[in-house]
């Protein structure tokens, strides 16, 4: 958050001391945008400033296109060896294993959060119950009354049922042969054409 407007005349002094701190490239957009919410910097003066600090040598500056970058020079800083640099990757990788094994942490922690925000609370639970044992003491009662019904038809009554439907189809057919014979007995002298339909 901005704490107000800095001095332009402190804007160098800002600039350097943040370009030796952060030991990294930047644009001057880069800076205008980090110092300008932390001091209040305006653009021009931290462009003003970066030109000023590359033109006394305090800064280095290059040129990729249109684009400048700007960094600190590099032989402020001691010397690292071997031992030195292998340190340092020894304890980039250990943060980096220690960064992973907390974002695992914030992945199983975002996933019971849901899983907790998707379930059910105690009263909406409550509810549920009670309207499930409504629906069982319903269908209890229907089953009830279903049993103690005394029209239920058995299994013997209905192969009853089928077997006379047979017998009497089976009937039903052979009475509408016959009479399919009989009338075309009839009406095969019969002069005029014949209008019998056998489906009837």
């Known amino acids: 958050?901005?704490?107000?407007?800095?001095?332009?005349?402190?804007?160098?002094?800002?600039?350097?001391?943040?370009?030796?701190?952060?030991?990294?490239?930047?644009?001057?957009?880069d800076v205008f945008g980090n110092l300008q919410r932390d001091h209040g910097l305006g653009k021009a003066a931290v462009v003003k400033a970066l030109e000023q600090l590359a033109q006394q040598g305090k800064v280095k500056e290059k040129v990729y296109g249109k684009q400048k970058i700007y960094f600190a020079d590099q032989n402020e800083f001691d010397t690292l060896s071997d031992t030195d640099l292998k340190d340092l990757d020894d304890e980039i990788l250990s943060l980096t294993s220690k960064v992973q094994s907390v974002?695992?942490?914030?992945?199983?922690?975002?996933?019971?959060?849901?899983?907790?925000?998707?379930s059910l609370t105690t009263p909406e639970m409550c509810k549920e119950i009670e309207e499930l044992k409504k629906e069982c003491a319903s269908y209890t009662e229907r089953l009830s009354k279903i049993k103690t019904t005394t029209n239920h038809v058995t299994p013997e009554e209905k192969e009853k049922v089928y077997q006379e439907r047979q017998k009497y189809h089976r009937e039903w057919k052979k009475r509408k042969r016959m009479a399919t014979e009989l009338f075309d007995a009839i009406l095969e002298g019969y002069p005029k054409r014949r209008s019998w339909n056998r489906d009837r």
């Open 103 to 118: 974002q695992q942490s914030c992945r199983h922690m975002e996933a019971e959060l849901k899983e907790l925000t998707s």
């Open 1 to 29: 958050m901005s704490k107000g407007r800095a001095d332009p005349a402190t804007a160098p002094g800002l600039v350097l001391n943040y370009l030796r701190e952060q030991n990294r490239p930047y644009s001057a957009q």
